[in-house]
Structure formats: structure tokens, C-alpha cells
């Protein structure tokens, strides 16, 4: 019964995945989703209380499914500076594809309205991003990383990866960003990074 349960929440997602990325949270209602799914609101509702909480279970999933491997590569034992590259190239890829530009523009449409700013914030940006920091600390406490705030290193990597891009497709300046181009960025963000925070083995 339980797997049906979770199958039946799953088919939700899946169904109002689409509505909320292309027409936003505001125009996607719930009885379009419910039609779609084929059963009530009612139907809906026993399975998320709000239709606030069905789009941040949207969001935090489609966002998992996108950056997860990147988050992945953090633990796979390789030299720093290989992890780092996979970690950022992979993470610029996923920063600047549509469905991450549907999902930022979505939450920031919303997030001075609802809760679900904080809550992506909390349950998706900062809980990731803490894998990078602990990352970070394992290097510091390996001498292989100056001493420093591993979060603080982590949000100074972020800024360097969002730095020219993230605003360009937000605002639709460029409609796509070139393997090419990522890689080179991610190569001059990376050179600063580990000029200043690594320690030369």
C-alpha cells in the first residue's frame, strides 16, 4: 500500500513539474493539476497540505535531480584540484541550464509571498553547499588548504561560479552557454580560488 502511496505522490510531482516551471507558481492552479492527475483536489490535498508545499517538493526535486552528481563528486576520493574541476564545471552546467533558470526565476517570483524562498534556501542551497564546506575542512585539517571559514571558501567558490553568468540567463541576455565557454570560465575561477585558499603540495 505504502508503495502505491508513493507512486501515486510521485505521478503529483511529476505532472505539476511542468505547469509550475513553464507558467509559475501564481498561474499553475490546482485543478489543472488535479485534472491532469485525474482525481480531485481533495486527491491533491491528502498527499500535500498546500499547494505551497507541492511546489517546494517540485523545486527541491527537480533541482536533486539536476545537481546531485555534482554534490557526488565531493566524495569520491580524487586530487582536490580534480574534484574541484568536475564539482564547478558540472555546477556552472546546472546554474545556467533552462530548468534551473525556470526554477530561480519561480522561487524568486514567490519568495517575497511564501515561505518557499527560505525553504529552498535552507533544505537545498545551504544544506548542499554545507558539503562543500565540510569538503573544505577535511583539505584544511589535511594541510592541503590554508587555514580558513570552510563555509566562507564555499560561498566565495559559489559567488566565483554564478559571478558572469547566472545574471545572463536569468534576464535572458544569452539563451544558452557553450561547453566551451563554461570550461574556460571554470578554469579562470578556479586559478583564483586555488591561488589564494590551497597550499602548494
Given at each position: 500500500?505504502r508503495?502505491k502511496s508513493d507512486?501515486?505522490?510521485?505521478?503529483i510531482?511529476?505532472?505539476a513539474?511542468?505547469?509550475?516551471?513553464k507558467n509559475?507558481?501564481?498561474?499553475t492552479?490546482?485543478s489543472?493539476i488535479?485534472?491532469?492527475?485525474g482525481?480531485?483536489?481533495?486527491t491533491l490535498y491528502?498527499?500535500?497540505?498546500?499547494k505551497e508545499?507541492?511546489?517546494l517538493?517540485?523545486?527541491l526535486?527537480?533541482?536533486?535531480k539536476m545537481a546531485?552528481?555534482?554534490?557526488?563528486?565531493l566524495?569520491?576520493?580524487?586530487?582536490?584540484e580534480?574534484t574541484?574541476?568536475?564539482f564547478?564545471?558540472?555546477m556552472?552546467?546546472?546554474?545556467?541550464s533552462p530548468?534551473?533558470t525556470d526554477?530561480?526565476?519561480?522561487?524568486?517570483?514567490?519568495?517575497h509571498k511564501?515561505?518557499v524562498?527560505?525553504?529552498v534556501y535552507?533544505?537545498?542551497?545551504?544544506?548542499n553547499?554545507?558539503r562543500?564546506?565540510a569538503f573544505?575542512?577535511q583539505?584544511?585539517?589535511?594541510k592541503?588548504m590554508?587555514e580558513?571559514?570552510p563555509w566562507?571558501?564555499?560561498?566565495?567558490l559559489?559567488?566565483l561560479?554564478e559571478?558572469?553568468?547566472?545574471d545572463m540567463?536569468?534576464?535572458?541576455?544569452?539563451?544558452k552557454?557553450s561547453?566551451?565557454?563554461?570550461?574556460?570560465y571554470?578554469?579562470?575561477?578556479?586559478?583564483?580560488f586555488c591561488?589564494y585558499y590551497?597550499?602548494?603540495?
Amino acid at each position: 500500500m505504502r508503495k502505491k502511496s508513493d507512486e501515486k505522490r510521485q505521478s503529483i510531482i511529476d505532472i505539476a513539474t511542468p505547469l509550475f516551471l513553464k507558467n509559475g507558481y501564481s498561474a499553475t492552479s490546482i485543478s489543472e493539476i488535479a485534472r491532469l492527475v485525474g482525481g480531485s483536489k481533495a486527491t491533491l490535498y491528502g498527499y500535500f497540505p498546500s499547494k505551497e508545499d507541492l511546489f517546494l517538493e517540485v523545486i527541491l526535486q527537480s533541482a536533486e535531480k539536476m545537481a546531485g552528481k555534482s554534490f557526488d563528486y565531493l566524495e569520491e576520493g580524487l586530487p582536490p584540484e580534480e574534484t574541484l574541476y568536475k564539482f564547478s564545471f558540472d555546477m556552472l552546467k546546472f546554474i545556467t541550464s533552462p530548468t534551473m533558470t525556470d526554477i530561480a526565476r519561480c522561487v524568486i517570483a514567490e519568495a517575497h509571498k511564501t515561505s518557499v524562498g527560505k525553504e529552498v534556501y535552507e533544505q537545498g542551497i545551504r544544506k548542499n553547499w554545507l558539503r562543500v564546506s565540510a569538503f573544505f575542512e577535511q583539505l584544511i585539517k589535511e594541510k592541503k588548504m590554508r587555514e580558513c571559514d570552510p563555509w566562507l571558501a564555499a560561498m566565495h567558490l559559489k559567488g566565483l561560479l554564478e559571478g558572469e553568468y547566472k545574471d545572463m540567463r536569468l534576464l535572458s541576455v544569452k539563451a544558452k552557454i557553450s561547453d566551451e565557454n563554461i570550461r574556460t570560465y571554470v578554469e579562470k575561477a578556479l586559478c583564483f580560488f586555488c591561488g589564494y585558499y590551497f597550499i602548494e603540495q
